[in-house]
């Protein structure tokens, strides 16, 4: 139970409030951060001493697989990850297992002992969000929320196609309220469409092969649809030809398509208080970049192409993206892209899954393994830290794993380190193949982050980039009572011994969600309720009722009833919908 927490004496991080390692107390109570308390709530107040160590607001990841069909394909492929990695029961948490794609359970545990408490899952296959949702449902610890796929989808494109904007806006709203989803996830535009008929796409021109729909417009009227509900978040933006050398290119001009869309998210919510803008303005949200980002030819002349997309990025303001660090070892690789995987697979051979999500999406899900060894990986390895390191602005960048494609999420206090630390780079490079050297351009590269920069990219920016900064990712009044405690002092921190801070954010000194402690020292200590957003975006009821008389008659393509579409709220942990008003 939320309770009244005082901590003392701690170097606050807090971006965007402009704090950066300044001594003071944080104060919370019912749930919420205070500007102070009174004399009566001190008799009953759990106070912690923070002196000498790190105090951020809670993790907040705003792109990882975690739930869903998908990421319990990868469960299936991978029985290794279950026999060899996992966690027994306790009187307090469930058992669990899994290294790159760990049970329900076991995930939210991972997450809240590095000082996580807010994830949201960012690919929801529309016909499988009920099973997306009793994942969620059942992770411990987080708060959740999920973006819809549409970037294939039957009935948009249909739309689209005879430019019925208004029909496409209340599809696009009814769809997000029908599953109880949160924002637009477009992966591939046209291309997974094609891959249902062995096709893919190449070029932002190239019509879909059924709805005559490109690329360039699928992007444009996402974009525009997305700013005309006043969606929280930006289009969250997977380019074509993921993962192809040479795909940097169409991955720039990607970003340069909605470069002219104006932000407008409008959420009737009550907003924390914080010294900086908290609401995005960004129009596009590329993720996973370095997968984007490849360069060269072919496999023969590849190299880095992240250069090209982050100056594009540092010049202009429409766009913020996320890493899709590669730290090495074990990975899953799971996507919508279907072609994407299909061609994973006949490089590598390995075991491979492929579905076709009928009239909405596809995926794909191979078993990897990222080696020092390796040319390519070793290339990725760099470019991962590239995108995040050649931003001039750390508020244009957040930092992934793209969780469990470059790798699970647990590695992302060695991906801080290598941020944060030039000799943990050095240090790699030399257990690296030299294409990481001679193909990327991350050894000229001497930039070490700070621990501002550190909580701009795990928490400040990834909360206001997806429209949830209005309580995440801030420490100011009104806030979330989520906190995270690392034993960093960062006036004895030494970046050469980056060791300290990999041990430093692996396991928080303490885990706070919404005033109670959740974690300590890597040890679960509650396990409280937990929040599922989504957005309830309200439209012209002509348009919704004329676009149901459509889907109704074309819902004849699907396996399934009608009346069997919907995801009701009792699959939801604590339904939160964020009130959204359209632009009429």
Same mark, same amino acid.
């Given at each position: 139970?939320?309770?009244?927490?005082?901590?003392?004496?701690?170097?606050?991080?807090?971006?965007?409030?402009?704090?950066?390692?300044?001594?003071?107390?944080?104060?919370?109570?019912?749930?919420?951060?205070?500007?102070?308390?009174?004399?009566? $709530?001190?008799?009953?107040?759990?106070?912690?001493?923070?002196? =000498?160590?790190?105090?951020?607001?809670?993790?907040?990841?705003?792109?990882?697989?975690?739930?869903?069909?998908?990421?319990?394909?990868?469960?299936?492929?991978?029985?290794?990850?279950?026999?060899?990695?996992?966690?027994?029961?306790?009187?307090?948490?469930?058992?669990? @297992?899994?290294?790159?794609?760990?049970?329900?359970?076991?995930? =939210?545990?991972?997450?809240?002992?590095?000082?996580?408490?807010?994830? +949201?899952?960012?690919?929801?296959?529309?016909?499988?969000?009920?099973?997306?949702?009793?994942?969620?449902?059942? @992770?411990?610890?987080?708060?959740?929320?999920?973006?819809?796929?549409?970037?294939?989808?039957?009935? &948009?494109?249909?739309?689209?196609?005879?430019?019925?904007?208004?029909?496409?806006?209340?599809?696009?709203?009814?769809?997000?309220?029908?599953?109880?989803?949160?924002?637009?996830?477009?992966?591939?535009?046209?291309?997974?469409?094609?891959?249902?008929?062995?096709?893919?796409?190449?070029?932002?021109?190239?019509?879909?092969?059924?709805?005559?729909?490109?690329?360039?417009?699928?992007?444009?009227?996402?974009?525009?649809?997305?700013?005309?509900? /006043? !969606?929280?978040?930006?289009?969250?933006?997977?380019?074509?030809? %993921?993962?192809?050398?040479?795909?940097?290119?169409?991955?720039?001009?990607?970003?340069?398509?909605?470069?002219?869309?104006?932000?407008?998210?409008?959420?009737?919510?009550?907003?924390?208080?914080?010294?900086?803008?908290?609401?995005?303005?960004?129009?596009?949200?590329?993720?996973?970049?370095?997968?984007?980002? +490849? /360069?060269?030819?072919?496999?023969? $002349?590849?190299?880095? =192409?992240?250069?090209?997309? @982050?100056?594009?990025?540092?010049?202009?303001? #429409?766009?913020?993206?996320?890493?899709?660090?590669?730290?090495?070892?074990?990975?899953?690789?799971?996507?919508?892209?279907?072609?994407?995987? #299909? $061609?994973?697979?006949?490089?590598? =051979?390995?075991?491979?899954?492929?579905?076709?999500?009928?009239?909405?999406?596809?995926?794909?899900?191979?078993?990897?393994?990222?080696?020092?060894?390796?040319?390519?990986?070793?290339?990725?390895?760099?470019?991962?830290?590239?995108? %995040?390191?050649?931003?001039?602005?750390?508020?244009?960048?957040?930092?992934?794993?793209?969780?469990?494609?470059?790798?699970?999420?647990?590695?992302?206090?060695?991906?801080?380190?290598? %941020?944060?630390?030039?000799?943990?780079?050095?240090?790699?490079?030399?257990?690296? #193949?030299?294409?990481?050297?001679?193909?990327?351009?991350?050894?000229?590269?001497?930039?070490?982050?700070? &621990?501002?920069?550190?909580?701009?990219?795990?928490?400040?920016?990834?909360?206001?980039?997806?429209?949830?900064?209005?309580?995440?990712?801030?420490?100011?009044?009104?806030?979330?009572? $989520?906190?995270?405690?690392?034993?960093?002092?960062?006036?004895?921190?030494?970046?050469?011994?980056?060791?300290?801070?990999?041990?430093?954010?692996?396991?928080?000194?303490?885990?706070?969600?919404?005033?109670?402690?959740?974690?300590?020292?890597?040890?679960?200590?509650?396990?409280?309720?937990?929040? @599922? +957003?989504?957005?309830? !975006?309200?439209?012209?009821?002509?348009?919704?009722?004329?676009? &149901?008389?459509?889907?109704?008659?074309?819902?004849?393509?699907?396996?399934?009833? +009608?009346?069997?579409?919907?995801?009701?709220?009792?699959?939801?942990?604590?339904?939160?919908?964020?009130?959204?008003?359209?632009?009429?």
């Amino acid at each position: 139970m939320a309770g009244t927490i005082a901590i003392k004496n701690g170097y606050v991080y807090d971006p965007l409030n402009e704090i950066n390692g300044d001594i003071m107390d944080i104060f919370i109570k019912d749930g919420k951060v205070v500007t102070q308390l009174s004399g009566a $709530d001190m008799k009953d107040v759990k106070e912690i001493d923070a002196k =000498g160590k790190t105090v951020m607001p809670g993790g907040v990841d705003s792109h990882s697989h975690v739930a869903g069909a998908k990421v319990n394909t990868g469960r299936m492929m991978r029985p290794e990850d279950h026999y060899k990695h996992y966690q027994k029961r306790t009187p307090l948490t469930h058992s669990g @297992t899994g290294y790159t794609v760990p049970s329900v359970y076991l995930g =939210g545990y991972e997450y809240s002992k590095m000082g996580y408490t807010t994830v +949201f899952e960012a690919a929801v296959p529309p016909m499988e969000a009920r099973h997306t949702h009793e994942e969620m449902r059942s @992770t411990p610890m987080l708060d959740m929320g999920g973006y819809l796929v549409l970037g294939n989808n039957w009935f &948009l494109m249909r739309y689209l196609k005879e430019g019925d904007v208004d029909k496409a806006a209340a599809y696009i709203s009814w769809m997000m309220k029908t599953h109880k989803t949160y924002g637009i996830k477009c992966v591939n535009p046209g291309g997974v469409e094609n891959w249902g008929w062995g096709e893919n796409v190449g070029a932002l021109d190239q019509a879909n092969i059924h709805f005559d729909v490109t690329p360039e417009e699928m992007i444009k009227s996402l974009s525009e649809l997305n700013e005309k509900l /006043g !969606i929280p978040m930006p289009v969250h933006l997977h380019a074509n030809n %993921l993962g192809h050398p040479g795909c940097w290119e169409i991955t720039r001009d990607s970003l340069k398509i909605p470069k002219s869309v104006k932000a407008k998210p409008n959420t009737d919510v009550e907003w924390a208080e914080t010294k900086r803008n908290a609401k995005r303005h960004e129009s596009v949200y590329l993720t996973h970049c370095q997968f984007n980002a +490849f /360069g060269g030819t072919s496999w023969r $002349d590849f190299e880095s =192409g992240v250069k090209g997309i @982050t100056d594009y990025v540092n010049s202009n303001d #429409h766009v913020v993206m996320d890493s899709g660090c590669v730290p090495f070892g074990d990975a899953t690789v799971m996507t919508g892209d279907g072609p994407a995987i #299909h $061609d994973l697979y006949v490089l590598t =051979g390995h075991k491979w899954s492929n579905t076709d999500v009928e009239c909405e999406c596809g995926s794909g899900v191979l078993p990897f393994e990222y080696l020092k060894s390796n040319p390519i990986h070793s290339s990725q390895w760099a470019m991962g830290l590239e995108v %995040l390191l050649y931003v001039k602005d750390a508020w244009k960048s957040i930092m992934t794993t793209d969780s469990p494609n470059g790798g699970p999420f647990t590695k992302y206090p060695q991906v801080i380190a290598w %941020l944060m630390s030039n000799k943990a780079r050095e240090d790699t490079f030399a257990e690296c #193949h030299k294409w990481a050297q001679d193909r990327t351009g991350l050894g000229g590269e001497t930039r070490e982050m700070t &621990l501002n920069e550190i909580a701009i990219l795990t928490r400040a920016n990834p909360a206001r980039t997806i429209g949830m900064s209005y309580r995440k990712g801030t420490l100011g009044v009104g806030a979330d009572g $989520d906190v995270a405690i690392y034993n960093i002092d960062p006036k004895k921190l030494e970046v050469n011994d980056y060791e300290s801070i990999i041990r430093g954010f692996e396991n928080a000194a303490y885990t706070i969600k919404a005033g109670e402690v959740v974690s300590q020292m890597g040890e679960i200590v509650a396990v409280p309720e937990k929040n @599922t +957003f989504y957005t309830d !975006i309200a439209v012209d009821s002509d348009d919704e009722k004329s676009m &149901l008389a459509d889907v109704k008659k074309w819902f004849k393509y699907y396996t399934i009833g +009608f009346d069997r579409y919907p995801t009701p709220e009792k699959y939801l942990a604590n339904p939160t919908p964020i009130q959204v008003n359209a632009e009429k």
